[in-house]
């Protein structure tokens, strides 16, 4: 059975084509022991049935492109077993075949204690319905820890579309968003984050944990100065940025991903679909203000754009154009997309009571957004009980990797003046 593409199946597809991204998105879930590697291999199968889009394959009809019914049983990718190290580092930058599936794949590394790796193509869902999917696959493996025979008696299959995220919208308040909301679709940047010019390419994500101290001052600050976790990681992330390419006083205009789920009237997991969008944030990081002036006026911005329907813009100008009869919208915005230089996500909190394996407690777990190609970067940002994670992938270089393990360490230097001036105020 064919089934229609949503319209950003087939964005996050043409993404590879125009050199921004491979359009996957990583998972890193680590244990305090062994897991039990046949449930968890079952459960993976279990997954991609009751989950049905994952065991799909795409056939790109460029604008009229659908997903067509496998049999799941044919896939030998979905679930691997590393015993070292590099095999299991090569498996997460890897990505999942569209045309081949399934559009997840599992790798389980064994060491004195597991770790699991996931990759999801991005296609058929963004970060926030990637935890509801890890969610529903831990709930799965526990539930045949304790009963081999289990299967689930439910299909998540429902309508993945984004209309639902503007059922409140009148039609004259979609009409005044489409003629003047404000453009806040991705755009080309004039400043580019430094990275090396060889044709060597190898795909890597680089990542950073901050302090748990830091975290617990962080989300303390939250609640004293009325602001948002992710109003002080942006303010850290437009301070580093400043700094690395000598931007003090000149405006740096960085989109971010915008969860819009926020909008929907049902918000359990009924289908596994993009529900992002972007906003951009335009700030002035001047040379003599300290990390709250800087904050100030981040989160000032940032609050008015969520009294102003935050990221619905972009939706309803796509509603729009992907309606008009008798033009290929998708070809035409092919053509025009233009992808940011340097950007940012806050994937959030990944819920340590919802990613519960049975018998195998869960240290840590971390995603990543998708692997960009050259001069793209993109800086995710995850947070797991005490534990935040920085991370940001490449097809590029070892030299690469340095510059973005160097960006980290300006990250915590902005991030340590935070604590330093947070301590003084309280």
């Not at 199946?9 to 022991?33: K, L």
């Not at 065991?55 to 790109?60: I, L």
């Not at 799965?140 to 299909?155: C, E, G, H, R, W």
């Not at 009237?265 to 992002?276: E, I, M, Q």
């Amino acid at each position: 059975m064919r089934y229609k593409a949503e319209i950003f199946d087939e964005f996050q597809y043409v993404y590879e084509s125009t050199g921004f991204s491979d359009h996957q998105v990583h998972c890193i879930i680590s244990f305090e022991s062994k897991v039990n590697a046949e449930a968890m291999k079952k459960a993976a199968q279990l997954l991609i049935k009751t989950v049905p889009i994952l065991s799909r394959t795409y056939k790109d009809h460029g604008g009229k492109s659908c997903w067509v019914d496998e049999n799941a049983s044919n896939f030998g990718e979905l679930f691997a077993i590393a015993n070292n190290r590099a095999d299991f580092d090569n498996f997460t930058a890897s990505r999942t075949e569209e045309a081949i599936g399934p559009q997840i794949k599992f790798c389980l590394f064994r060491d004195e204690t597991d770790t699991l790796s996931v990759v999801i193509n991005h296609m058929v869902s963004d970060a926030a319905g990637f935890k509801q999917c890890m969610y529903l696959f831990s709930d799965i493996y526990s539930k045949l820890v304790n009963n081999p025979d289990y299967a689930p008696d439910f299909v998540i299959d429902g309508y993945r579309g984004f209309k639902g995220t503007f059922y409140k919208l009148s039609c004259l308040e979609r009409i005044k968003l489409l003629l003047f909301g404000r453009k806040d679709n991705n755009q080309k940047s004039i400043c580019e984050f430094p990275m090396s010019r060889s044709e060597e390419q190898t795909p890597f994500i680089a990542s950073h944990e901050i302090s748990s101290e830091t975290y617990r001052n962080i989300q303390s600050c939250c609640k004293s100065c009325g602001v948002t976790v992710n109003d002080i990681i942006l303010t850290a992330y437009f301070r580093a940025l400043a700094e690395l390419l000598d931007m003090k006083g000149k405006l740096l205009a960085v989109p971010i991903m915008i969860d819009m789920r926020r909008y929907l009237k049902d918000k359990s997991f009924r289908a596994l679909t993009n529900l992002s969008s972007t906003t951009i944030v335009r700030i002035t990081v001047s040379t003599d203000e300290d990390f709250f002036e800087t904050l100030s006026r981040v989160s000032a911005e940032m609050k008015e754009k969520k009294a102003n329907h935050l990221g619905l813009n972009t939706f309803i100008k796509l509603d729009a154009g992907f309606g008009i009869p008798l033009i290929n919208a998708y070809r035409i915005m092919a053509k025009a997309l233009k992808h940011p230089k340097i950007s940012m996500t806050n994937i959030g909190v990944i819920d340590s009571s919802k990613l519960v394996f049975a018998k195998s407690k869960v240290t840590n777990a971390v995603m990543f957004a998708s692997i960009k190609y050259r001069p793209h970067f993109q800086m995710s940002v995850t947070s797991f009980n005490d534990k935040m994670t920085f991370g940001a992938g490449l097809y590029g270089t070892e030299r690469d990797r340095a510059k973005f393990e160097s960006f980290y360490g300006l990250m915590d230097k902005e991030l340590e003046c935070f604590n330093s001036l947070a301590a003084s105020k309280t």
